[in-house]
């Protein structure tokens, strides 16, 4: 799910950063920097592992600031297809799950990739997966276990539109602001384990209901 992505860079230190050590200026620009961002076919920087090389600082003319030519890890979460993952229900909605690991909320599990015979509660805006005759709500906030399926990833840098017959000035744009940069797609994982413990707890349900049921029948309603 983590890994390590080795990078080169540039890095600007304003004058104010003067006064830290250099690995520690370092350090805070390229978290500054590179920290909670996607990279295309990289994945999303969490923060620097470490640093490999550090140049001398170079300081143009007006500028002030110093300029260090860096090569550093950075810590990159990108699950390779077919990890299993625990995360929580985040939402839900006819098109799917959606989940969050905190962190990361772009992860979503479509309706056709759910398990047979769950269908969409739309009172309570949840998914429930019908396991012999039992309702398995995927209620908000619950733990779940999922197989990522596949990873996307979407160029959200500004772009320039083919320019109009007639107008001088490029059309500047951004790309559609509701792509996420990175996103993954995903099976909901239920494997042996998991399924023993669903037949647990309907084993259990069960037991309370028939003891419950026996109680009241010798000794009348406990709760009256």
């Known amino acids: 799910m983590f890994n390590l992505a080795e990078m080169k860079d540039t890095i600007k230190i304003e004058p104010s950063g003067f006064r830290k050590k250099k690995a520690q200026a370092i350090t ?10 996607v990279l295309q076919d990289v994945g999303l920087c969490i923060a620097m592992h470490d640093i490999l090389y550090a140049s001398e600082g170079f300081i ?26 625990t995360g929580k229900i985040r939402s839900c909605n ?34 429930v997966w019908m396991y012999d005759e039992n309702e398995m709500f ?24 083919p320019k109009k017959e007639g107008v001088d000035t490029p059309d ?3 790309n559609s602001a509701k792509q996420a940069p990175y996103s993954l797609t995903n099976l909901p994982y239920v494997g042996q384990k998991d399924m023993n413990a669903v037949v647990l707890a309907n084993a259990l349900s069960e037991i309370r209901t028939v003891a419950s049921e026996s109680i009241t029948a010798a000794f009348g309603d406990y709760r009256a």
């Open 138 to 161: 995927m209620d908000l906030d619950e733990t779940i276990r999922f197989r990522v399926e596949s990873e996307q990833f979407f160029d959200t840098s500004p772009s320039v539109r």
């Open 172 to 174: 500047l744009s951004a």
């Open 94 to 127: 006819q098109e799917g799950v959606r989940v969050t690991l905190g962190f990361f909320d772009d992860i979503f599990i479509p309706y056709h990739y759910l398990q047979d015979n769950s269908e969409f509660n739309a009172d309570e805006q949840v998914w």
């Open 28 to 37: 805070d620009e390229i978290n500054r920097k590179y920290a909670n961002k």
């Open 60 to 85: 143009h003319h007006g500028d002030g600031c110093s300029y260090v030519t860096v090569r550093f890890r950075l810590v990159i979460f990108r699950p390779f297809v077919g990890e299993i993952i």
